[in-house]
Every structure is written in structure tokens, then in C-alpha cells.
């Protein structure tokens, strides 16, 4: 007897906690297609971060490898710079030096010419 009121109570006690099993089952089941969605969303997102992320390394390795380029470039073109303003130095000492001598050339005819009038 006291066992068939034990089934009993069991019974009407499962019976009672019935809707709260299937709710919590259901809470669960909702719960892990919820963690699936976000997990996929995830991974998507990942995969478009990594995506951006390799397009802005070798965005940065090619303008690395461009600023080296210019940085030679301009080593370069300063180089040549300095050669060519040592150029312009000594050409134009050697055109004040061809002046000079131009001016005294005619002031030496001029002189040999007055010389010549007044002779």
C-alpha cells in the first residue's frame, strides 16, 4: 500500500512537473540554436576581419616596399644634386675668371687705342 502511494504521488508529482521539463527542453533546445547562430556569426565575422586584415598587410608591405623605393630615389637625386651644384660653382668661378680676363683684354686695347690717338 504505502508503495502504490509513493507511485501515486510520484505520478501526480511528474505529471505536475511535466510542462516545466518540456519548457526547460524547449529553453534549451532555443538556447543551443541560439549559440549555433551566434558561433556561425562569429566565424563569418572572423573570416571577413581576417580577410580586411590580410588586405591591409599587403596594402602596408607594398607601400613599405614603395617608400623604400622613393627613400633610394631620393638618396639618388640628392647625390646628383650635389654634383651638379659643385658643377655650378666651378663653372661659374671659371666664367667670373673668363670675365675678368675679357675685361682686362678690352681695357688693354682700349689703353693701346688711346695710346695709338694720342701718339
Known amino acids: ?22 519548457r526547460a527542453s524547449e529553453a534549451e ?17 572572423n573570416e571577413e576581419h581576417l580577410k ?3 588586405d591591409l598587410q599587403s596594402k602596408l608591405k607594398d607601400a613599405n616596399s614603395e617608400l623604400i623605393s622613393e627613400k633610394e630615389k631620393a638618396k639618388k637625386l ?10 655650378i660653382i666651378h663653372l661659374l668661378r671659371s666664367l667670373k675668371g673668363a670675365d675678368l680676363k675679357l675685361e682686362q683684354v678690352t681695357a688693354r686695347e682700349q689703353l693701346e687705342s ?3 690717338q694720342h701718339s
Open 1 to 22: 500500500m504505502a508503495a502504490s502511494i509513493e507511485e501515486n504521488s510520484d505520478l501526480q508529482l511528474s505529471s505536475k512537473l511535466k510542462p516545466f521539463y518540456q
Open 29 to 45: 533546445d532555443r538556447l543551443s540554436r541560439l549559440e549555433a547562430a551566434l558561433i556561425s556569426k562569429i566565424d563569418n565575422g
Open 52 to 54: 580586411v586584415i590580410n
Open 78 to 87: 640628392a647625390a646628383e644634386n650635389e654634383k651638379l651644384q659643385y658643377r
Open 114 to 116: 688711346l695710346k695709338l
